[in-house]
């Protein structure tokens, strides 16, 4: 396998209408293998929320992470994704979550750290053009001079890598740190006292609409690397919802690190 | 028993555990850390079962190292760290004297 870049690929969109959340796990899943598979083009899929969500890493104990009772008082879904790294507290009004979905040969070579970076060079990009001075924070953070704007995970299937960035637009920090518990002892290194003082959204940074910035960063996008429309096949679709159903909503995957 | 330790530059490691008879009993490790393959995470919890609560953090990190297959990727979190969250769950104590590593 050598090496690929961005413009050796031919680049597909999907960005359809609004989805629950165990499907969107299922999709990255099914996606993310078929393009493994040399079934679909690499893909660059922009998420539209159905209903709020917590989801939590691969890793991630449910118990500790998570105030269940919090979450269910609020009609939050919780469902565990699967890529490694942190909880994401999601309001559908105040998230910007894409997925890329590449062949492994795209990072060939790459420390995690590189390959982070290179995924997201296009998204700095983008952040630039909109007046935000933004520079990724290994491992896998986005920040700028106001906060952290954005965090990002990686998982590697069957020859394709998954890269899915979750941007806060706005955040009801009061409300996320009723569900997520979110310890001392994470943010000991961080230099700041509190999770919700980390985050600056891109709302109060940017003054646009969420669908301003969704636009905009498929612009930048479409621009450096090429971005033909597409859309999830019904065979696509249909695994998806079967995996959704059968794996992403059950307890047995949900609760796989208590 | 729980215990979490932030590693420097790297993410969260948690773990939950008990102790009987000496020995760590149902040892759950988990956090906000990346491991590839996924599997790996049941290979470090089986490695940690049934070892000694008297084990120190070299032992325990050797423990989780000759469990690991070839080419397990980790970031963010090595067995050294998990050692030091293992030795935080059994000794609280540890926790409040600042990086034991």
Same mark, same amino acid.
């Given at each position: 396998?050598?090496?690929?870049?961005?413009?050796?690929?031919?680049?597909?969109?999907?960005?359809?209408?609004?989805?629950?959340?165990?499907?969107?796990?299922?999709?990255?899943?099914?996606?993310?293998?078929?393009?493994?598979?040399?079934?679909?083009?690499?893909?660059?899929?922009?998420?539209?929320?159905?209903?709020?969500?917590?989801?939590?890493?691969?890793?991630?104990?449910?118990?500790?992470?998570?105030?269940?009772?919090?979450?269910?008082?609020?009609?939050?879904?919780?469902?565990?994704?699967?890529?490694?790294?942190?909880?994401?507290?999601?309001?559908?009004?105040?998230?910007?979550?894409?997925?890329?979905?590449?062949?492994?040969?795209?990072?060939?070579?790459?420390?995690?750290?590189?390959?982070?970076?290179?995924?997201?060079?296009?998204?700095?990009?983008?952040?630039?053009?909109?007046?935000?001075?933004?520079?990724?924070?290994? $491992?896998?953070?986005? &920040?700028?001079?106001?906060?952290?704007? =954005?965090? /990002? @995970?990686?998982?590697? *299937? +069957?020859?394709?890598?998954?890269?899915?960035?979750?941007?806060?637009?706005?955040?009801?920090?009061?409300?996320?740190?009723?569900?997520?518990?979110?310890?001392?002892?994470?943010?000991?290194?961080?230099?700041?006292?509190?999770?919700?003082?980390?985050?600056?959204?891109?709302?109060?940074?940017?003054?646009?609409?969420?669908?301003?910035?969704?636009?905009?960063?498929?612009?930048?996008?479409?621009?450096?690397?090429? $971005?033909?429309?597409? &859309?999830?096949?019904?065979?696509?679709? =249909?695994? /998806? @919802?079967?995996?959704? *159903? +059968?794996?992403?909503?059950?307890?047995?995957?949900?609760?796989?690190?208590? | 028993?729980?215990?979490?330790?932030?590693?420097?530059?790297?993410?969260?490691?948690?773990?939950?555990?008990?102790?009987?008879?000496?020995?760590?009993?149902?040892?759950?490790?988990?956090?906000?850390?990346?491991?590839?393959?996924?599997?790996?995470?049941?290979?470090?919890?089986?490695?940690?079962?049934?070892?000694?609560?008297?084990?120190?953090?070299?032992?325990?990190?050797?423990?989780?190292?000759?469990?690991?297959?070839?080419?397990?990727?980790?970031?963010?979190?090595?067995?050294?760290?998990?050692?030091?969250?293992?030795?935080?769950?059994?000794?609280?104590?540890?926790?409040?004297?600042?990086?034991?590593?």
């Amino acid at each position: 396998m050598t090496r690929t870049l961005w413009h050796d690929h031919d680049w597909h969109l999907i960005h359809t209408a609004p989805q629950s959340p165990a499907l969107h796990m299922a999709l990255d899943e099914v996606l993310t293998h078929e393009v493994g598979a040399g079934h679909r083009p690499p893909t660059l899929r922009v998420w539209e929320w159905a209903a709020p969500a917590v989801v939590i890493g691969r890793f991630q104990s449910l118990r500790n992470e998570v105030d269940a009772e919090a979450a269910r008082s609020h009609g939050i879904e919780v469902v565990r994704r699967v890529s490694g790294g942190g909880a994401m507290f999601i309001e559908p009004g105040n998230t910007i979550t894409w997925s890329i979905y590449a062949p492994l040969s795209l990072i060939k070579g790459m420390s995690f750290q590189e390959a982070y970076a290179w995924m997201d060079a296009w998204t700095l990009e983008a952040l630039g053009e909109l007046g935000i001075k933004a520079w990724y924070q290994p $491992l896998n953070d986005i &920040t700028s001079e106001g906060g952290k704007i =954005a965090g /990002a @995970a990686q998982a590697h *299937r +069957g020859g394709a890598v998954l890269h899915h960035v979750t941007m806060a637009y706005d955040i009801d920090a009061a409300k996320m740190l009723q569900v997520l518990r979110i310890g001392r002892e994470k943010l000991s290194d961080k230099g700041t006292q509190s999770a919700a003082k980390r985050v600056d959204p891109l709302r109060s940074q940017t003054g646009l609409s969420r669908a301003a910035i969704i636009d905009h960063m498929i612009a930048t996008f479409r621009r450096l690397h090429g $971005l033909a429309e597409d &859309t999830l096949s019904p065979a696509e679709l =249909a695994e /998806a @919802a079967e995996l959704a *159903r +059968g794996k992403f909503s059950r307890e047995e995957w949900t609760a796989d690190v208590a | 028993m729980h215990g979490e330790y932030k590693m420097p530059g790297g993410k969260l490691v948690v773990v939950d555990l008990q102790v009987r008879e000496g020995c760590l009993r149902g040892v759950q490790v988990s956090g906000d850390f990346f491991l590839e393959p996924d599997e790996a995470l049941h290979a470090i919890d089986a490695a940690l079962e049934g070892q000694s609560a008297d084990a120190d953090e070299h032992l325990l990190a050797a423990a989780i190292r000759a469990k690991l297959a070839p080419g397990v990727m980790m970031y963010g979190i090595s067995p050294e760290a998990i050692a030091v969250a293992v030795r935080r769950a059994i000794d609280p104590h540890l926790a409040h004297q600042g990086r034991d590593a």
